[in-house]
Nanobody, 121 residues
Framework: QVRLVESGGGLVESGGSLRISCVVSGTIFGVNAMGWYRQAPGKLRELVARISRDYTTNYSDSVKGRFTISRDNNKNTVYLQMNSLKPEDTAVYYC???????????????WGQGTQVTVSS
């Protein structure tokens, strides 16, 4: 069974940086794409960054140029480096793993607990 454990969130001032992590177990980490998602209060969960098995990365327009996704297959871990944070980045951040198209759509039936990122103005 796939287990996802996100960590590293916190409170940061606008313009600051955070790096969040997600450790994955219960699956062969290196063969699947990984995605970072976020859900703000009252909004739907959205994909903000994904990295494929060949390390190709894609970002939503709202975070492009500020966020960087990376993966360490030796540690079964995916990271999201977040720079130049804005109050509108405030959300619970989740990771997930699976085939590329599933990561694209976020059509998973299992999620981790997420990690809260709060950006103060």
């Amino acid at each position: 069974q796939v287990r996802l454990v996100e960590s590293g969130g916190g409170l940061v001032e606008s313009g600051g940086s955070l790096r969040i992590s997600c450790v994955v177990s219960g699956t062969i980490f290196g063969v699947n794409a990984m995605g970072w998602y976020r859900q703000a209060p009252g909004k739907l969960r959205e994909l903000v960054a994904r990295i494929s098995r060949d390390y190709t990365t894609n970002y939503s327009d709202s975070v492009k140029g500020r966020f960087t996704i990376s993966r360490d297959n030796n540690k079964n871990t995916v990271y999201l480096q977040m720079n130049s944070l804005k109050p509108e980045d405030t959300a619970v951040y989740y990771c997930n793993t699976g085939p590329f198209l599933t990561v694209e759509t976020g059509a998973f039936d299992r999620w981790g607990q997420g990690t809260q990122v709060t950006v103060s103005s």
